[in-house]
């Protein structure tokens, strides 16, 4: 199985600040017959299922605000949340669907400080 | 727009086997270029995928679950249900049903959630 583990478990940022979380995969999830990353974020805020930010690494879903985005390739992946916004309070995972078992991040929870 | 909604008992005791549908309303499931996808979460815990299911009736498990779930679809309903055999305490869990992309193969991410149901194994 490909372990995903995420960084830090916690943080707390200002809101307008910006917010990086970390994500690193135990084998690469870039697929070289298309040369591309099959890592995925996900927001899941308080009593909400999981909502897909983020696919492929770096392509936003349609509605999701520009201030997300996801870079890195390989085993190494980040979520930057530019500026942060009161909505934006949530747990944030990593998944990737480089093969099955799908597996997931263990999440990140975001707070204001 | 298409909508999945879970539905099932919510309390069960151990040994009995746990069985889910997830409604798929606003599209059909026969469409093909998607995977019906069972993910639970523990009590304050991280997402566990459990397994899915495409058109063709070609399906995927997680091994961790050690052959207990069986995934199916009912195109006649426009649904997919997922049943897991011999449960414990350890399944108690919100379980979502989702639909990823993908065709011959499945190759994309979680892109549709229903709500969740909560199930509680508990004697």
């Known amino acids: 199985d490909i372990v995903m583990t995420q960084s830090p478990e916690s943080l707390a940022v200002s809101l307008g600040e910006r917010a990086t979380i970390n994500c690193k995969s135990s084998q690469s999830v870039l697929f070289s017959s298309d040369n591309k990353n099959y890592l995925a974020w996900y927001q899941q805020r308080p009593g909400q299922p999981p909502k897909l930010l983020i696919s492929w690494a770096s392509t936003r879903e349609s509605g999701v605000p520009d201030r997300f985005s996801g870079s890195g390739s390989g085993t190494d992946f980040t979520l930057t949340i530019s500026s942060l916004q009161a909505e934006d309070v949530a747990v944030y995972y990593c998944?990737?669907?480089?093969?099955?078992?799908?597996?997931f991040g263990q999440g990140t929870k975001v707070e204001i400080k | 727009q298409v909508q999945l909604q879970e539905s099932g008992p919510g309390l069960l005791k151990p040994s009995q086997t746990l069985s889910l549908t997830c409604t798929v309303s606003g599209g059909s499931i026969s469409s093909g270029g998607y995977y019906w996808s069972w993910i639970r979460q523990h009590p304050g815990k991280g997402l566990e995928w459990i397994g899915f299911?495409?058109?063709?009736?070609?399906?995927y498990y997680n091994p961790s679950l050690k052959s207990r779930p069986t995934i199916s679809l009912d195109t006649s309903k426009n649904r997919f249900s997922l049943k897991l055999s011999s449960v414990t305490a350890a399944d108690t869990a919100v379980y979502y049903c989702a639909r990823a992309t993908g065709g011959v193969l499945p190759q994309g991410a979680f892109n549709l959630w229903g709500q969740g149901i909560l199930v509680t194994v508990s004697s």
């Open positions: 998944q990737q669907y480089y093969n099955t078992p799908r597996t």
């Open positions: 299911i495409y058109i063709s009736g070609t399906t």
